[in-house]
């Protein structure tokens, strides 16, 4: 591969002027700069990003943090994260935590030895998180980690309120919310907290109904749901805390001959391609996914500027009616 | 943050010290090498891996180029990639090019740029590549390149065999493949070529049925599917080039008051996570994405060793009996 060195030599100039020019560092004549370009382009030259990264101590990547890259949430975060960052000119450093906290600090360690601009942590599971590095910008994505770090939510307290008044609407009196085990600090909290004071308020019957911690891709998650279902088969409406569980709660519904939203109305959350899919396609709370993830990028950028972001963010969330409510 | 030689300072030993601990190079006696990490834990160091892979002129990164990563044939194979990088201690780069030949092109010289350790192409959409730099070990997955660019394939021939053989048993007599308009070089392609072989084997009907150019995620690709089965009523039986087109082709089935298997059966293809989600699930073909990923980044290990990897390598697929098919 071609050096600087050879550039140099092909253009007849010293490596301090190759180096100026792919700087546009100090005044170089219009001729000299041509010479180089022409050099490179004869070489088939590539800029060592490597090396100039070094010499200012940044590399120009983001670090990303999922727990998955096959459920579709969190592949659409990571579609539109990817084009954030494309837009601004770094690159994307992918980490599949798959829900282990020790996967997730050690992914924190190596992105931090690989000296990343900045850190998107996507629904991290652990409790406060040790040895910081204050240098490198950490976002939180649709969770709260600790005071000090920013986080990009969206309005699930809101969501929880729309999904429980659709169901209303619908004529459900006998509702529950599918959700799995949660802590408080865990957006799905939000949603149960506000569908149940919803239920409280319109004076409905209105229960939680808690999920085993399986896979939500797996079909040992779609048996568990199935069961679920046949335990509580009383009810008219459900408010899924996900698309993927909607679909998996409509696939019971069929088996066990139930009719949606005849006898019973189903609505999801996220907005995911999944809920256009299944057949009836999902009612569902869209999440703005695409502007909080080029927020959580521009809050990076922000950092790594010194200029200061908000602590908190939430963004607005949308009812979107499609075939599975009444 | 802490560098080489502030942990030498605080060891009390020479920078170069550090450097032979860190890269274990030369003797070093058990007190100094305690000394140096006591050091390193005091200061809370963490090893620059910028400045590492600059003295060696390579990163370690691994870059993957992806048309997408919402489709869960693709999210499964960045799954399986990413698996196999780190579990090779190296880090991945993923780049998404939305089938765009020009964002492929720029994301091969960024990834040159970056020095990595070689690249992962997945369904390279364009014809030849230039400016191939041959430093950087290329792999091509499910897409055949050219003939110097080792490729990872399933034996998607095999796999229209299968589909075809299976609509058969099945009872149906009037069958189709639903598929992208293809270029000779495109696994679909071969899916189709077999297919329609084993239709005039077995002298039934088979015809082509081509989609439009559509999102395959998209509600317009749904509505394009809708269409075509409209315009089809007359079928007994489909294989689909993807369980996601299989989905549609269910929704659609649905919508015409078609019962799923007992008026048609269907036949999808890859094995993704959606094929157990629909009701009913999808009898598909399994493409082996785990093996394949291993294979492909151990390919990339072998070859930055300089060791000979085959030029194509043709995994098995098998059929998966589920709900969709009598």
């Known amino acids: 591969m071609p050096t600087i060195k050879d550039v140099a030599a092909e253009a007849g100039v010293t490596s301090t002027t190759v180096s100026r020019v792919l700087n546009n560092r100090g005044y170089i004549s219009e001729e000299t700069r041509e010479k180089v370009y022409s050099a490179m382009e004869k070489l088939n030259y590539m800029p060592n990003e490597m090396a100039r990264n070094l010499s200012r101590q940044k590399s120009d990547y983001i670090g990303v943090i999922l ?19 494309t837009k601004h000119n770094y690159k994307i450093m992918v ?5 282990s906290r020790e996967k997730e600090l050690q992914y924190i360690d190596l992105l931090y030895s690989h000296r990343v601009l900045g850190i998107v942590v996507c629904s991290h599971i652990g409790e406060t998180m040790e040895h910081l590095d204050s240098n490198c910008p950490l976002i939180s ?24 008044n659709r169901l209303f609407d619908a004529g459900c009196r006998n509702i529950a919310i599918f959700n799995q085990p949660t802590k408080e600090n865990i957006p799905a909290y939000s949603r149960e907290k506000a569908f149940m ?65 005849e006898d019973i109305s189903i609505v999801g959350f996220d907005d995911t391609w999944i809920s256009t899919l299944t057949y009836p396609s999902i009612t569902t709370i869209h999440q703005p996914v695409r502007e909080m993830c080029e927020y959580a990028i521009e809050a990076i950028v922000k950092k790594v500027k010194s200029e200061k972001v908000p602590s908190q963010v939430v963004f607005p969330v949308e009812l979107i009616d499609r075939e599975s409510t009444k």
């Open 95 to 99: 980490c599949i935590s798959e829900n």
């Open 197 to 261: 004071k919803c239920c409280e308020d319109k004076k409905i019957s209105g229960r939680v109904v808690y999920t085993d911690r399986l896979a939500p891709l797996s079909e040992e998650f779609g048996n568990n749901i199935l069961e679920l279902m046949k335990k509580n088969s009383d009810l008219d409406g459900i408010f899924a805390t996900s698309d993927v569980m909607a679909a998996n709660i409509i696939r019971a519904c069929k088996k066990m001959g139930k009719r949606v939203p």
């Open 141 to 164: 994505f649709e969770r709260e980690i600790a005071e000090n770090i920013p986080a990009v939510l969206c309005d699930n307290y809101q969501g929880g309120i729309l999904a429980a």
């Open 67 to 85: 727990p998955s890259v096959e459920h579709p949430y969190f592949s659409k975060v990571l579609h539109w994260l990817e084009h954030y960052v």
